[in-house]
Nanobody, 111 residues
Framework: VQLVESGGGLVQPGGSLRLSCVAS????????MDWYRQTPGRQRELVAR???????SYGDFVKGRFTISRDNAKNTVYLQMNNLQPEDTAVYYC??????WGQGTQVTVSS
């Protein structure tokens, strides 16, 4: 399966973005879909996870600001990000076990 991320951009602190991850094939049978992020010089960190049963989990740094969701009919996973802060600046990737890393989408939070 191939994954293509989109929806990133430049936003002011306190702003919102919704990222999308479209898969090249059905995701209904994919148990876990993740969003990761990476900044230069740091390892990728897990931002959010959603299972095929719609259970979700988040990195501690999210603190209730982000929501992951999935639409199996559209083969798409979303990451709604609210109250963005400069420390959220990173390239965001979606990932599942058998998919290669994609290009990601850049999120920049700056005034």
């Amino acid at each position: 399966v191939q994954l293509v991320e989109s929806g990133g951009g430049l936003v002011q602190p306190g702003g919102s973005l919704r990222l999308s991850c479209v898969a090249s094939e059905s995701i209904s049978g994919i148990w876990i879909m993740d969003w990761y992020r990476q900044t230069p010089g740091r390892q990728r960190e897990l931002v959010a996870r959603i299972t095929s049963g719609y259970s979700t989990s988040y990195g501690d740094f999210v603190k209730g600001r982000f929501t992951i969701s999935r639409d199996n009919a559209k083969n798409t996973v979303y990451l709604q990000m609210n109250n963005l802060q400069p420390e959220d600046t990173a390239v965001y990737y979606c990932k599942t076990k058998n998919a290669p890393w994609g290009q990601g989408t850049q999120v920049t939070v700056s005034s």
